[in-house]
């Protein structure tokens, strides 16, 4: 499956964006979608997650502000960013992987993930 990425932009601290993941390919509905952000130096941190048998799996920094809802008939993955702060501000990546392990073992780990999304810039600022 190849990931293309839209959204993201400036918004001011509080506002909220909509990021989208359109997917390519067969079987979308069976892969594992997980959007991550870059952070350092850790790496990639993961933010939301969608598993086709497990649902949504967010992070603690995601959790009452962040929402991953699937459209499995466009293909597409949205991340609904809520009350954002400017420790928000980051690049985000939309992973795909196909696995039936649950997700709490893999939603949170970029190195399960082999393909991925370009990257979209999130910048909160006043």
């Known amino acids: 499956v190849q990931l293309v990425q839209s959204g993201g932009g400036v918004v001011q601290p509080g506002g909220s964006l909509r990021l989208s993941c359109v997917g390519s390919?067969?079987?979308?509905?069976?892969?594992?979608i997980s959007w991550f952000r870059q952070g350092s130096p850790l790496g990639r941190a993961g933010v939301a997650c969608?598993?086709?048998?497990?649902?949504?799996y967010y992070s603690d920094a995601a959790k009452g502000r962040f929402s991953i809802s699937r459209d499995n008939a466009k293909k597409t993955v949205y991340l609904d960013m809520h009350s954002l702060t400017p420790e928000d501000s980051s690049v985000y990546f939309c992973?795909?992987?196909?696995?039936?392990?649950?997700?709490?073992?893999?939603?949170?780990?970029?190195?399960?993930?082999?393909?991925w999304g370009q990257g979209t810039q999130v910048t909160v600022t006043s």
């Open positions: 390919g067969y079987d979308f509905e069976r892969y594992i």
């Open positions: 969608w598993h086709p048998l497990d649902g949504a």
């Open positions: 992973a795909a992987k196909m696995s039936d392990r649950p997700h709490h073992e893999v939603c949170p780990r970029p190195d399960f993930f082999s393909q």
